[in-house]
């Protein structure tokens, strides 16, 4: 299948086809599982097709106004690159830019164009004759012996030899009536049986199916239930759920000083936000509860003005492979940290106002914010900034190769950050218990237990 993928490509994308390869042969059926997909087999659910794509098809990705050099406003806003390999997110493809940089981007950054069809012939021919076997040998039959005869337009035309003679007994043109009249023909009723459609559930034919494939179920009838807006919220039957959820919210965010009402000031961005509903589950697929964070509308904030520097502390698939490969010849157990709120602790440099939210707005009045929220742009680098500079004297660095791992030489203990999340890697003992007991100290932490799930590569691959 490599071979055939990189017929008329560069043989350095032999990583990326393998990738690819790999993807595909788990999505088709196999033999020996009596044509069921490796997919399926293991994750107890069919796999989703409807992204799959041609290897090595061309695509036209976005190009951020950030990197448009001066004076390009009349320059074209997208560039011609190449699919190259898939990502655990089936919206997000690896495409290789035209300087051969290989890069995951998302649906909204590019564009796959309609197969193109075989050259159409020219509109203005002539239509030719269709190539009819029967009329070909008819137009063979015809004699041109006799020459075409040419009349002049204004030469006068003879009408009297082109009528017909009236017929000598009339009555054998006239119509028989029939004794029995026509009836209209009656419209044949269709013999099909139509069943009312199944829940998605139903139709996977699988024998006494485990709780995973209850879960999966579950988790993806999540969406059906969870309001995209503060309307239907509050209209919706689990209403009052949701009240509390946002309650909840706003009651931390006025713990951690969020920010004071203020009259809306003039000349001045007002930053919007918006509530965003979900609902959580547990590992048998059972709602634990109901949350409602209130995320700013960071796509209205200004730059210069309500933003500098931005950046994502998100660990690289590379580094994550490295440190579960460590933890798998070593023999650790990684474990997951969920920090509460992490944004809020960032601190703002920056003026920012912003509108209150649906359901607790006032007249004329907004929010000035003291310190950052979920959704401003300068939120995930002031998170990072602080809690590295809160490990540092706990002996933690940034390592050269991911400045998104810090390391602890000394306690040979490795901590990815993921945004708000925190994995931590290395031999267990009293060092990782110490840096518990440190971020608790300092942050409200969530410990998830062992490593199951980060940026898609799940916890399995710590058990082979």
């Known amino acids: 299948m490599m071979r055939a993928m990189l017929l008329n490509l560069d043989k350095h994308l032999w990583a990326v086809s393998c990738s690819t390869a790999v993807y595909l042969r788990n999505r088709l059926p196999h033999s020996f599982l009596n044509g069921m997909t490796p997919y399926e087999a293991l994750y107890h659910v069919k796999p989703e097709i409807s992204h799959l794509r041609t290897f090595g098809t061309s695509c036209y990705i976005h190009i951020p106004s950030e990197n448009r050099p001066a004076g390009s406003k009349l320059h074209s806003r997208a560039e011609l690159a190449t699919f190259v390999e898939y990502t655990s997110t089936s919206h997000i493809y690896r495409i290789q830019e035209s300087n051969k940089h290989i890069r995951s981007v998302p649906a909204n950054e590019y564009y796959f164009p309609k197969n193109s069809s075989p050259t159409a012939p020219n509109s203005l021919q002539l239509s030719h004759t269709p190539t009819n076997p029967e009329t070909e040998s008819r137009f063979a039959e015809i004699e041109m012996d006799d ?10 035309k003879n009408f009297e030899n082109s009528v017909p003679p009236p017929p000598k007994d009339a009555q054998q043109y006239l119509p028989i009536e029939s004794s029995t009249t026509s009836k209209p023909a009656t419209q044949r009723a269709s013999i099909r049986t139509h069943h009312k459609p199944r829940p998605f559930w139903e139709t996977i034919d ?22 995209h807006t503060h309307n239907q919220a509050i209209s919706c039957s689990d209403a009052p759920k949701w009240f509390q959820a946002m309650q909840e919210e706003l009651d931390l965010l006025k713990d951690q000083n969020v920010w004071t009402i203020v009259p809306e000031p003039k000349n001045r961005n007002i930053v919007g ?20 964070p209130l995320v700013a509308q960071g796509f209205s904030q ?3 003005t309500d933003f500098d520097e931005i950046c994502s502390p998100i660990v690289r698939y590379d580094s994550l492979r490295l440190l579960i490969a460590l933890s798998l010849y070593l023999n650790w157990s990684p474990d997951q940290l969920d920090i509460k709120g992490a944004f809020l602790y960032g601190y703002l440099k920056d003026e920012i106002y912003m509108k209150l939210p649906d359901g607790y707005q006032q007249n004329g009045q907004c929010a000035r914010h003291n ?3 979920y959704g401003l ?13 809160y490990l540092r004297p706990l002996g933690y660095t940034v390592s050269s190769f991911d ?9 040979q203990i490795f901590i990815a950050i993921y945004m708000d999340d925190t994995t931590l890697f290395g031999p267990s003992g009293s060092a990782r218990s110490a840096i518990k007991i440190a971020f608790k100290s300092e942050f409200q932490l ?7 799930w980060l940026l898609g590569v799940t916890g399995a691959l710590l058990t082979i």
């Open 147 to 156: 020459p075409v005869r040419i009349t002049d337009s204004n030469e006068p």
């Open 446 to 452: 969530t410990e998830l237990g062992t490593l199951n």
């Open 403 to 411: 400045p998104r791992v810090l390391i602890n030489l000394q306690d």
């Open 273 to 292: 936000c918006r509530w965003v509903y979900k609902i959580k589950r547990d590992a048998t697929g059972n709602i634990t509860r109901y949350i409602a």
């Open 377 to 389: 742009k300068q939120s995930p680098k002031a998170w990072y900034e602080l809690l590295t500079t």
């Open 371 to 373: 310190r950052l929220i």
């Open 206 to 227: 699988l024998p006494d199916p485990p709780h995973t494939t209850i879960l999966a179920c579950a988790l993806l009838t999540t969406e059906k239930y969870e309001p």
């Open 302 to 304: 200004q730059p210069g």
